[in-house]
């Protein structure tokens, strides 16, 4: 199984460089959807815990890697493509399921990342730019910034929308 790993920081366009793979019948699965399922069916939900703070308790408490592993679950075929990778341990876990990993990082600068996320009004979306940057921190502190700078393809998504797709297409058929 050839294994493609999309990372970047929250906002940076994943989830539309998944759209561009769905969009090709390239399989795929979001770490992130793992994450939220999990909290949703967690007394943790009931308590006030937060989603980022319940992910970063589950690692705590079952590995640094247990998102990696509760997402390989979902994967099948020749070539599979997981959004959200957040560490190097994860990466290991990928790795240990197949020779043929590739990571691509995507970049967008934190005012572009902001607005992206606020805009899609998701239940995480920040409600300022300090609970941006504290998101960011934590991101970081899970291990996200070593994933991308260890990237092998780099795709900056600063551009429009129509761009981004484009160039996410033309990697992703490199890549097949």
Known sequence: MKIIIV???PGAGKEEFLS???SMGIPSARMGDAVREAYSASPERDKGVGI??????????????????RTIDRMSGDL???DGCRSMEEVRSFRELSGDVR?????SSPGQRYDRL??????DAPQGMDEFN???AREISWGLAEVIAL???????SSGLDEFRSVSEKTLKGLG
């Open 103 to 107: 990571i691509i990082g995507i970049h």
């Open 52 to 69: 980022g703070e319940f992910a970063s308790a589950e690692r705590e408490r079952f590995g640094k890697n247990i998102w990696a592993k």
């Open 151 to 157: 990237a092998d393809i780099m795709l900056i998504n």
């Open 20 to 22: 561009v793979a769905s």
């Open 118 to 123: 606020v805009k899609r009004g998701r239940e």
């Open 134 to 136: 504290k998101r960011d």
């Open 7 to 9: 990372t970047g920081m």
């Open 80 to 82: 599979f493509l997981v």
